[in-house]
């Protein structure tokens, strides 16, 4: 009996219908956002216990001087009252926010403030993840890491960081290295009074000098020094103070 014979089907080679140019441009930003952002959330997860390698200003300002004044010191090694001034001076409710003062955004927009809503964690996150300058997008990007640094790090370890990291005089980063070219000590050993002055120089450490004080600087360093006393009798450095 005759075998009937089937016919081999053809491979379908059929593909699937591609996505509208809209869709794919969807989902590459998706992707690209989901990138970004954890590029961003695996920094801060690594400055947390890890002292940041510098940031694009202090890059540039190397460039340009051919070199700077930086060294990193821990949180033991910076006086007491370094860390008080320079929150009396810079962020006086920074025990009582969580990365926004909102009562001196309002004030400085109100009376047509250029600064002084700035608190030091926004400032880290600029400092240490953004760059320098005025624009929407790195004011959009400070508004939104912000709150994570406030939810990841301790107030303790936000200020160790912004004073590291901050400017004391051209080319001079970090209150270690403004402690010994400015007043031929260490950090931990900075009086109050030379504390209250480095804090007066922020934030415009190129043209006031601490160690050689102007009226100006001499003044608002007796009110930051008045401030430091202030939340230190207050409780508003119990959040860095009491931290081990």
């Known amino acids: 009996m005759a075998q009937k014979k089937t016919r081999a089907k053809k491979p379908n080679f059929a593909t699937k219908p591609s996505l509208p140019l809209w869709r794919r441009g ?18 801060i997860v690594l400055f947390s216990f890890v002292p940041p390698p510098g940031n694009l200003y202090q890059w540039q300002e190397s460039w340009r001087l051919g070199g700077i004044e930086r060294q990193w010191v821990s949180w033991k090694d910076i006086s007491p009252d370094m860390a008080r001034s320079a929150v009396a001076g810079e962020d006086a409710n920074f025990c009582l926010h969580w990365g926004f003062d909102i009562a001196q955004i309002r004030d400085a927009i109100a009376h047509g403030k250029q600064r002084g809503a700035s608190t030091i964690s926004q400032q880290v996150v600029k400092n240490v993840f953004l760059w320098q300058g005025r624009s929407y997008l790195r004011k959009a990007l400070e508004a939104v890491l912000t709150p994570v640094v406030e939810l990841m790090w301790s107030k303790q370890r936000i200020l160790e960081v912004y004073l590291n990291e901050a400017e004391f005089a051209e080319g001079v980063f970090g209150v270690q290295a403004a402690a010994q070219v400015l007043f031929k000590t260490d950090a931990a050993h900075l009086s109050a009074t030379q504390a209250s002055r480095l804090a007066a120089v922020l934030p415009s450490p190129k043209e006031r000098n601490a160690a050689k004080p102007s009226g100006f600087v001499r003044g608002h360093a007796a009110q930051i020094r008045s401030g430091a006393e202030t939340i230190a009798a207050d409780g508003r450095a119990s959040c860095f103070e009491s931290v081990d």
């Open 26 to 43: 969807v989902r590459f930003m998706g992707r690209l956002f989901g990138a970004v952002a954890g590029f961003y959330l695996l920094l």
